[in-house]
């Protein structure tokens, strides 16, 4: 690898997370989910970790390895499943620590750290019970002759950002092609290293200038990982695997279950993984 080749090996990837850091995971819901170096971080050693996300499958899979000491979100949701079940379990259990915001506020306080400021003030969230339930939201009064009290949104730095595009280059330019780019960008310009994962490595980047969301000075490594937001949607290459998705809910209801899932799709590489994929897509399809 050279200064202008930034690809990576999950395995490297993975080596390069330390316990108790803070991690931001971008994409939404079940959409657009590095759910590749997800896994890779679940066989890792990492644990006591901090994660910033717009919550999916990337929480729930962490929260069940037990790899979460605090979780800052605005939600955890599958998007067709309205509340991720591991989220609901580990909340139920009071076995990690839940910082909630709103959006809207989730979006100021990464605007806040990409722009390498301390906090953002808004007047969203006033007069709600957002701060009484999160008392890291605080008030701030314009220095102006207006007086006005604000909502003061703090910074939300990462030690690492995660993110997944459609197309990358090997220096980090990273290129969109779904209906929107989430928090991505600012994910990356939030955190002291992002690695990108992609579904396909180009030479050349096609489509509107604005799908270009990734600039490569932000971005730490790069890896190659088709089907790499697998069970999210990764827009247009694939949807959200439905099936799979539902296989999920059901493994996570009972401990059981769940053993036997992580057994036959967690317990290899990545490889095994999409092998294992596939398997059960063919018995799906095979049921209908």
Not at 131 to 144: A, D, E, G, K, M
Not at 254 to 265: G, L
Request: aromatic letters at 8%; a negative charge; proline letters at 7%.
């Amino acid at each position: 690898m050279t200064d202008l080749d930034k690809r990576l090996s999950l395995t490297a990837f993975a080596d390069r997370i330390e316990s108790g850091m803070t991690v931001g995971i971008g994409g939404w819901g079940a959409r657009r989910k590095p759910m590749a170096l997800v896994r890779a971080l679940l066989r890792s050693g990492a644990d006591e970790l901090t994660v910033v996300s717009c919550g999916g499958p990337d929480v729930g899979l962490l929260a069940a390895a037990g790899r979460i000491r605090r979780l800052v979100a605005p939600f955890v949701t599958l998007d067709s499943v309205p509340l991720e079940p591991h989220f609901r379990a580990a909340r139920e259990a009071g076995t990690l620590a839940f910082e909630e915001w709103d959006e809207s506020l989730f979006l100021s306080g990464l605007t806040a750290a990409a722009h390498r400021l301390p906090f953002l003030p808004v007047r969203g969230g006033l007069g709600s019970d957002i701060p009484r339930r999160n008392p890291r939201l605080r008030t701030v009064t314009s220095p102006y002759p207006d007086g006005e009290e604000l909502l003061a949104a703090p910074a939300l730095t990462m030690d690492v950002a995660l993110v997944h595009m459609n197309r990358a280059d090997v220096r980090g330019n990273g290129q969109y092609l779904g209906p929107d780019p989430y928090f991505d960008d600012l994910f990356t310009e939030a955190a002291e290293h992002t690695y990108l994962s992609c579904e396909r490595i180009v030479d050349r980047f096609t489509g509107p200038p604005q799908s270009l969301l990734v600039q490569r000075q932000n971005v730490t490594g790069v890896l190659h990982t088709p089907r790499g937001a697998h069970f999210t949607s990764c827009a247009p290459d694939y949807a959200r695997d439905e099936a799979f998705q539902r296989a999920y809910v059901r493994a996570a209801a009972d401990p059981s279950a769940w053993r036997e899932f992580t057994a036959h799709f967690l317990s290899g590489g990545e490889d095994a993984y999409q092998r294992a994929v596939d398997e059960h897509q063919t018995r799906t399809e095979a049921a209908r």
